[in-house]
């Protein structure tokens, strides 16, 4: 697939970007050169290939999932302006 100076010039008006004769030329020789890169990407048999999620097969190193830190839910809502049910209350933005 190759595209035609009308076709960018076309694109650039429905994203309504101002584009010179010279930067059009430009635009189509760039996007025809990444739709041959997806063509030679489409070429290429994956049907054998397993998907995976990384490149490098690496292992994420886990900790046990413990609290570490102390409750001080208490001390923050002591010192909050409004606090209700353990909850704390803001002026409202909305109506």
Do not use: C, K, W
């Not at 429905?14 to 010279?22: D, G, M, N, T, W």
């Not at 041959?36 to 999620?53: K, S």
Request: glycine share 2%; aromatic share 4%.
């Amino acid at each position: 697939m190759s595209l035609s100076i009308e076709q960018v010039e076309r694109l650039a008006h429905l994203a309504r970007i101002e584009i010179s004769p010279a930067e059009a030329e430009l635009s189509r020789d760039q996007l025809n050169g990444i739709f041959v890169l997806i063509e030679q990407l489409q070429a290429v048999d994956t049907r054998n290939i397993e998907p995976m999620a990384h490149a490098v097969d690496a292992v994420q190193r886990l900790r046990e999932d413990v609290v570490t830190e102390t409750d001080r839910r208490e001390a923050f809502q002591a010192v909050a302006p409004e606090v209700e049910s353990g909850l704390y209350l803001v002026p409202r933005v909305v109506e």
